[in-house]
């Protein structure tokens, strides 16, 4: 059916930069026109609603309860009814526009927008979103640094807007609701299957990191109830006594482009993340800030995520095998230096095992204030099973060449992943712009396919990394 759909006979000039041509039929309007700015008051029984970047505006028990800030004083909440276009004014940029699937209350950095009779907000929330894809909310923001801009009503209310027919804005909702559904189920069978792969892995080099390769090796008692028996020639040591030390970055001025030519990146918190350093998660600093060398991003770096929006990506480690940008730490992000009484691969590995994510968690869970927060104390009192470093070298080059095939092909389907996701933004660009032509399709849907507005992705942000712009950004939202 998609690969069916074809453009309108005729077309106009919309005379708006990010829109382009569009229907003949269709016209625009004034946002102010389409929407009423709403200012409500908050009720006793209102739980606190949030708008994320993938669109989803929903109760925050209904996303995930940890890991958010809580406003210690709800100053200037407002209410936020079922249906109401809601646009975040700080981070309308990154795509933080959705229509509410209840009713609540939400902070005042929110745009609370009611649709006038004969508006769908969920088409609107499509088109407002197209603006933000096509960065022309980015260009209007006032403001350089990311989560610096500042969207307003007043802003969306005098851009001009995209305006088909009611009925068509209906059956564009309903032609996206019903592609968004196939896609999506197709990404979740995929993730589904990387989940099967990660926990091959992780059985893998569980094994290997505390039975080490002969199974015939004789055991002891590790003491610890988490790591159980380990061969009996290893110690169990404390991190403390492994490393030289363990260094933190800063937390400097930056925008969100990648470092290019000369300038200096500094590294987000998601740039590690289960065993893989990814060096784009960087944003460009400022080109009169000055470098300190000693946080200067290195290869061969074993860098440890400190702060995260997710929980389970707190702890993260992974190493620097090589560099195309010249990147410093951020105070997000920890660097130990290790001993030479270990093999810094095979200690990679052991930080990315079941027994080290249970002292992850138990760091995290047990730090007052702190969540999603891994304490420097916490992590140098972590205990290892170590082997004899020869053995060490010899446990990790063996994971290296077992994980491998596995890593492929999580990457393959990761990919794909990636594809679908692109294919998704490109379709529905295409349609809420009027560049294809959905009514036939639309009107051929069984009437009860989908309900209006199905939750977009649904993809858990604890297992998706793009996802996770910044621990402040506490998974793609911000409490004010």
């Not at 200012?39 to 929903?58: I, K, Q």
């Not at 989908?450 to 910044?470: H, K, N």
Request: hydrophobic share 40%; with cysteine.
């Amino acid at each position: 059916m998609i690969a069916d759909l074809k453009p309108y006979a005729v077309y106009k000039d919309s005379g708006l930069a990010w829109l382009g041509q569009v229907p003949e039929h269709w016209g625009t309007e004034r946002g102010k026109w389409l929407f009423t700015k709403m200012s409500r008051p908050v009720r006793v029984e209102d739980d606190v609603v949030t708008c994320f970047r993938d669109g989803t505006v929903t109760l925050r028990k209904n996303r995930r309860l940890r890991g958010f800030t809580e406003a210690i004083v709800e100053h200037g909440y407002q209410g936020i009814r079922k249906g109401d276009l809601v646009i975040h004014g700080m981070d309308a940029f990154a795509g933080a526009i959705g229509v509410s699937d209840s009713d609540g209350k939400g902070t005042p950095v929110y745009n609370v927008c009611q649709p006038r009779p004969g508006v769908n907000a969920w088409y609107y929330s499509h088109a407002v979103r197209e603006m933000s894809q096509s960065q022309w909310i980015l260009a209007l923001a006032k403001g350089i640094r990311e989560r610096s801009t500042d969207f307003r009503y007043e802003m969306f209310g005098n851009q001009r807007l995209p305006l088909p027919p009611p009925e068509e804005q209906a059956a564009i909702v309903r032609f996206l609701d019903w592609a968004n559904a196939r896609l999506e189920r197709t990404i979740r069978a995929k993730r589904r299957v990387i989940a099967l792969l990660t926990e091959q892995k992780q059985a893998v080099i569980h094994r290997a990191v505390t039975r080490g390769l002969d199974p015939t090796v004789a055991l002891k008692p590790s003491g610890i109830t988490w790591l159980g028996d380990v061969p009996a020639h290893w110690e169990v040591r404390r991190l403390r006594t492994l490393v030289h030390r363990i260094e933190q970055g800063v937390s400097p001025l930056a925008v969100v482009f990648l470092a290019e030519g000369d300038s200096w990146g500094v590294l987000k918190s998601g740039c590690v993340n289960r065993g893989t350093f990814r060096q784009t998660e960087h944003k460009q600093l400022a080109s009169s800030f000055e470098i300190d060398p000693a946080i200067v991003v290195k290869e061969g770096d074993v860098l440890i995520s400190r702060a995260c929006g997710s929980p389970t990506l707190v702890g993260s480690v992974g190493r620097v095998k090589s560099l195309q940008y010249r990147l410093i730490l951020s105070d997000k992000t920890f660097r130990a230096a290790f001993r030479s009484v270990v093999d810094e691969d095979f200690m990679v590995f052991a930080m990315n095992c079941r027994y080290y994510r249970q002292q992850v968690e138990q760091a995290i869970s047990g730090a007052d204030g702190m969540a999603n927060n891994l304490p420097l104390s916490s992590l140098r009192g972590f205990s290892f099973a170590i082997p004899p470093k020869d053995e060490a070298v010899a446990i990790a080059a063996h994971l290296e060449s077992e994980t491998i095939v596995i890593d492929r092909a999580i990457s393959r389907l990761n990919r794909e992943i990636d594809l679908l996701r692109e294919y998704r933004t490109r379709l529905v660009a295409d349609v809420v712009t009027g560049k294809l032509d959905v009514r036939a399709a639309a009107a051929a849907l069984p009437q009860d396919e989908l309900p209006s507005g199905i939750e977009p992705d649904a993809l858990d942000a604890d297992d998706d990394p793009d996802a996770l712009e910044e621990a402040e950004s506490d998974d793609e939202e911000t409490a004010a």
